[in-house]
């Protein structure tokens, strides 16, 4: 296993012989417990990074993980193996952290919450812009990206089932021109959904916190999604805390600091630069509080 660490005390693993590559930050080096945080359609390391040094910097241990576009990962989110998860736990718990979370955004929580409802070590969920359900993998770029036909995750070597999209290209360049920004609900509404392809949030053995917003041009189940699982751990008296915020204007870019481009990407972030911050400001409060309070 290649690992390199720095001044700070991370410690980036690579994929060949841990099976994921993923940053570990000490925090305040307490191994009570550890948070494993992952970004979206973006891929990559970068966002999922700097989401990690939020609770780095705030004394909780976390790790970055990759899920894919690196060096050490699939250039497209296609067929992602839960095991990236599974992989970076073992680890985790090798260097003796005793509980182990997850927070996701967007794709992330996705993944978040079909690796929480397969791999009973996860007891803390954070879930950022959710889908209730599993969807198709996306692959190409430019005008050449679209659905790739098969899952965004798979396990144990199976593609998970998933929802498809009806739209088979997604012409982000075209949408940017005519729209102002992404804006791709129309292409994530009206999904054949089928039981099989709703992730089953019952099976989770600790607490959710969900988090959506309002002004979520990207898809309408950041809201609608919170909402369908919120009340479906409501109905099966999920012995586990649990709630559902909602913001009023931050858009589907769930991150604690927005980079440049996404005032860019976002109505409603250049709009409401006042009301965003605020939204912000909030989200940070309850993910430390979850995170210190709740997640015991």
């Known amino acids: 296993m290649f690992k390199c660490r720095n001044m700070a005390g991370m410690v980036h693993i690579l994929m060949k012989n841990a099976g994921f590559e993923g940053i570990l930050f000490p925090g305040n080096g307490s191994k009570d417990k550890v948070i494993i945080v992952m970004s979206g359609s973006n891929g990559g390391m970068s966002m999922a990074k700097h989401e990690a040094e939020f609770y780095h910097k705030n004394g909780i241990p976390v790790m970055s993980l990759a899920l894919f576009k690196t060096k050490q990962t699939s250039p497209d989110l296609v067929s992602v193996p839960v095991e990236y998860v599974e992989n970076a736990i073992k680890y985790l718990k090798e260097q003796g952290y005793q509980k182990i979370g997850i927070d996701g955004a967007s794709k992330g929580s996705e993944m978040a919450l ?45 593609d998970l089932p998933y929802v498809a999209y009806k739209t088979r290209i997604i012409n982000m360049a075209e949408i940017l021109k005519k729209e ?24 989770i053995k600790g607490p959710v916190l969900f988090l959506s917003s309002k002004k979520d041009e990207v898809w309408p189940s950041s809201y609608e999604s919170a909402c369908l699982m919120d009340e479906k751990l409501d109905e099966v008296s999920f012995p586990y805390e649990h709630k559902h915020i909602v913001f009023e204007n931050m858009s589907h870019a769930a991150v604690v600091n927005l980079p440049w481009i996404y005032k860019m990407a976002f109505k409603s972030e250049r709009q409401h630069p006042k009301e965003c911050a ?5 989200m940070k409060m309850e993910l430390l509080s979850w995170t210190e309070g709740v997640w015991q």
């Open 180 to 203: 102002k920004e992404i804006r791709i609900r129309d292409i994530n509404s009206d999904k054949d959904v089928t039981p099989d392809t709703i992730i089953p949030v019952e099976n």
């Open 278 to 282: 605020k939204d912000r400001k909030r």
């Open 114 to 158: 079909v690796a929480a409802s397969l791999l009973p070590d996860i007891s803390f969920v954070i879930a950022r812009v959710p889908s209730y359900y599993v969807s198709e993998g996306l692959a190409g770029k430019g005008k050449r990206k679209g659905p790739s036909g098969t899952s965004c995750w798979s396990y144990r070597g199976k």
